[in-house]
Each structure stands twice: as structure tokens, then as C-alpha cells.
T-cell receptor, first 115, second 109 residues
Framework: DAGVIQSPRHEVTEMGQEVTLRCKPI?????LFWYRQTMMRGLELLIY????????DSGMPEDRFSAKMPNASFSTLKIQPSEPRDSAVYFC?????????????FGPGTRLTVL | LAKTTQPISMDSYEGQEVNITCSHN???????ITWYQQFPSQGPRFIIQ???TKVTNEVASLFIPADRKSSTLSLPRVSLSDTAVYYC??????????FGTGTRLQVFP
């Protein structure tokens, strides 16, 4: 199993540009999560999907952030327009049906730098 | 959601047993206790999960007293490769996860 796949692994962009982060969950997993990690705030849950439907997006910081899951094997997190304070590592995670929600498998993360 | 409190950091030496305690005074009846490990430049990785008493796997043991208001992650004979951040999480199956800041374990030779 390839695990959770995220792309790109690193992204450097300028303030005001649109950024799209991509995630492919583990095949057969039906829950998908987007997290953001910074030194100041630690690991924060932004949004999670169950069976491709957004269940809780209360962690999404503001309207500049949006997430989609068009099918069971793909999700995107978009930031438009990006700002320097969005610089962080963004993780995607997935979990399987039948497992407790706590048992998640994380991808390697995307390190975003907004100049 | 039950809030958790754990030490910010711990130091140890290779070969020693490390015990990291997490307090969760407001744990609810349906809540599970789960620990994750995060190495630098990687995503967190599930270590162990329990509900009560003791759980052991190939990586660690988890001790949960009868009142479930705390739990202790025990790592036997740590090595340098166990240097990581360890997160204690409490919640029921349908809750979202709050990772917090975790405990940064540094293992010295």
C-alpha cells in the first residue's frame, strides 16, 4: 500500500497567489482530514470528510481556504489569495471504515512558504 | 471534547524506560485514549489506543487507571530513534481530534 500521498511536497509562492494542495487517501478509507501545523499553534484540524461529504469545517481559518473531495480517491485544499501567515506544513490523513476516528494515517505533508 | 494535559518535554537516555503521563479529567464514558508519535518532517503516526486497564503492542504499553482521568504511555528501553513528539488524544469515535502541543521526547546516547 502506498499510504496517503500528498503533492507537492514543497511549495513556495508569493503573497496573493492561489495555492492548491492535493491528497490521495489510502484506497478503501472513507474519511479524509486536512491539518495544518505551525510552531506557534501546533497541529490544527482544518476540515474532515466522510464518504466525500464535508462533516466539520469549523477549523477552516477563513473564506480564503476551501476544500473539496470530488471522489473517494482525491481531495484538494485551496488557498486564494495566499498570505505569509499561511506558511505551514499541511497534512492530509485518512482513516478506514470501522476503525475509531482516532486511528488515522497521515501523509508526508506539504511545506508551504508564502513570501 | 475532553481536554488533555501532558508535559511539554522530557529527556531520557538510551536503554531507559520512558513513561509519559497525560491528564484528561473530563473524559467521557464513550471516549477512547489514543497516542500518536511524530518524527521531524513527518506526519503523526498512530502508536496505541485503549479504553481502560492496560494495552500492549510491539511499540508501547498504555496504562489507564480505573477512573480513566489519566493515562501513561510507556516506552520500554528507548533508543535514539524514539526521539519524537508524542501526542495524547481523547475522544469518541465521531469526534474530531485535538492534537495539542504534545510531549517532545529527546533521547540521548
Amino acid at each position: 500500500d502506498a499510504g496517503v500521498i500528498q503533492s507537492p511536497r514543497h511549495e513556495v509562492t508569493e503573497m496573493g497567489q492561489e495555492v492548491t494542495l492535493r491528497c490521495k487517501p489510502i484506497s478503501g478509507h472513507n474519511s479524509l482530514f486536512w491539518y495544518r501545523q505551525t510552531m506557534m499553534r501546533g497541529l490544527e484540524l482544518l476540515i474532515y470528510f466522510n464518504n466525500n461529504v464535508p462533516i466539520d469545517d469549523s477549523g477552516m481559518p477563513e473564506d480564503r481556504f476551501s476544500a473539496k473531495m470530488p471522489n473517494a480517491s482525491f481531495s484538494t485544499l485551496k488557498i486564494q489569495p495566499s498570505e505569509p501567515r499561511d506558511s505551514a506544513v499541511y497534512f492530509c490523513a485518512s482513516s478506514a471504515p470501522g476503525l475509531a476516528l482516532d486511528t488515522q494515517y497521515f501523509g508526508p505533508g506539504t511545506r508551504l512558504t508564502v513570501l | 471534547l475532553a481536554k488533555t494535559t501532558q508535559p511539554i518535554s522530557m529527556d531520557s537516555y538510551e536503554g531507559q524506560e520512558v513513561n509519559i503521563t497525560c491528564s484528561h479529567n473530563n473524559i467521557a464514558t464513550n471516549d477512547y485514549i489514543t497516542w500518536y508519535q511524530q518524527f521531524p518532517s513527518q506526519g503523526p503516526r498512530f502508536i496505541i489506543q485503549g479504553y481502560k486497564t492496560k494495552v500492549t503492542n510491539e511499540v508501547a504499553s498504555l496504562f489507564i487507571p480505573a477512573d480513566r482521568k489519566s493515562s501513561t504511555l510507556s516506552l520500554p528501553r528507548v533508543s535514539l530513534s524514539d526521539t519524537a513528539v508524542y501526542y495524547c488524544l481523547v475522544g469518541e469515535n465521531t469526534d474530531k481530534l485535538i492534537f495539542g502541543t504534545g510531549t517532545r521526547l529527546q533521547v540521548f546516547p
